[in-house]
């Protein structure tokens, strides 16, 4: 692994949370709905089925949350329960094992409880099954025993709301699909949006940002929230170390040179990505080992750490024949795209499938 990894091995732009996140993000959380910066379709179609439910004193119907990481999936959870009034039971997908670990949560459920499943799409089998009666009729069938002597004992759930969160709604099966009453999709923050996220936490955790220093993070937290206060925490520990203290525009900027995030919210490795395909294999297109041994890293770490920024950026292309930089790529290293690269290779492919197939 390159030097950009912490310890941990996470990155300071990467999505996923790391235990320092965790243990942060606990004080900025957002407690309630109106709290919940953006996401405005989201947050209103969650409010009129939460004060309906509210109204008519019963659990509302179940909720799937589809999006990246780190864009609010586990906050909404907890704001659905503190909305609601009720308990709040957290579990994962690869969490559940056996159908057993499941039956054991679902029945220690209290009246109205809100169960939230994070990563649903990674729930065994046997155990999703459990949970489609639960779903439904509020009903489990333990089955006790093995082989031909098994028996099964329907034991009652009090009346719950699923919330499932999942970052590959695609993976989950029809009939999970199918119980879910409400399904939303989060999507990436505007950077204004961000900016306001950025001014919250920072009041509620003490930090003194001007306007400029917080465009200027937001701006670099590639539309995640969890990412920008991340940075936020990197930034404010720079003003204090090397400054006054505040968060400005020259501290940000001082900042995240030394941690080396560009303006685009790019790191190191995704910028040594990109000069291999520009200058090593003249813009690609390139198989994705090739790529990924170019840059020294593990072909799991540039598809699944780098890439989904990159493509979403519209810096790289995934393609039938190859990774491919587009014109900005070339552009954002100070290089000058010739006229033939991007345009001459994308019409020997099949448009379509440009971004489906991974050679
Ligand atoms: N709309 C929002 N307004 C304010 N803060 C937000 C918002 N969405 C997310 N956050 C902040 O971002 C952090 C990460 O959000 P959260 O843990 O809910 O993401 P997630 O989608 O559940 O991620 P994962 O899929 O990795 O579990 C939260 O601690 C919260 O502080």
Redesign the pocket.
């Known amino acids: 692994m390159t030097d950009e990894f912490f310890d941990d091995g996470s990155m300071l732009v990467s999505?996923?949370?790391t235990d320092a996140d965790l243990a942060a993000?606990t004080s900025?959380?957002?407690k309630r709905l109106e709290e919940?910066?953006?996401?405005h379709r989201v947050r209103e179609q969650l409010q009129v089925l939460l004060q309906g439910a509210v109204r008519r004193g019963s659990p509302p119907d179940h909720i799937l949350l589809s999006?990246p990481?780190?864009?609010?999936?586990?906050?909404?959870a907890m704001i659905v329960a503190a909305e609601l009034g009720t308990g709040l039971r957290m579990t994962s997908g690869p969490a559940i094992e056996r159908s057993g670990d499941l039956a054991a949560i679902l029945t220690g459920l209290g009246p109205g409880d809100v169960l939230f499943i994070?990563e649903i799409h990674r729930i065994a089998k046997p155990a999703e099954e459990l949970l489609y009666s639960a779903m439904e009729d509020f009903r489990v069938d333990v089955i006790v025993g093995k082989g031909p002597g098994a028996t099964a004992i329907p034991l009652d759930v009090e009346p719950f709301t699923l919330v499932g969160?999942t970052?590959r709604a695609g993976l989950l099966t029809g009939p999970m699909r199918d119980r879910f009453g409400f399904v939303a999709h989060?999507d990436f923050y505007e950077p204004d949006a961000l900016r306001h996220?950025l001014h919250?936490?920072a009041r509620i955790l003490g930090v003194d940002v001007s306007d400029d220093g917080a465009v200027e993070i937001a701006g670099r937290s590639r539309g995640t929230?969890?990412i920008a206060?991340r940075l936020l925490r990197r930034v404010r520990d720079y003003a204090e170390v090397r400054g006054d203290g505040r968060v400005t525009l020259d501290a940000a900027q001082a900042a995240l040179k030394v941690y080396d995030v560009d303006e685009l919210g790019l790191d190191r490795l995704d910028r040594a990505v990109l000069r291999a395909l520009v200058t090593s294999f003249g813009g690609g297109p390139v198989g994705l080992s090739t790529l990924a041994v170019a840059v020294g890293e593990q072909p799991d770490t540039v598809e699944e750490v780098c890439e989904p920024f990159l493509v979403r950026a519209g810096l790289l292309a995934r393609t039938p024949r190859g990774r491919m930089a587009t014109p900005a790529a070339w552009r954002h290293l100070g290089l000058q795209p010739p006229d033939s690269a991007f345009g001459a290779a994308q019409s020997r492919i099949d448009l379509p499938d440009i971004f489906g197939t991974d050679p």
Do not use: C, H, W, Y
């Open positions: 999505p996923d949370a993000e900025v959380r957002p919940f910066i953006a996401q999006g990481p780190g864009l609010g999936k586990t906050t909404l994070d969160a970052t989060l996220i919250r936490s929230p969890r206060n």
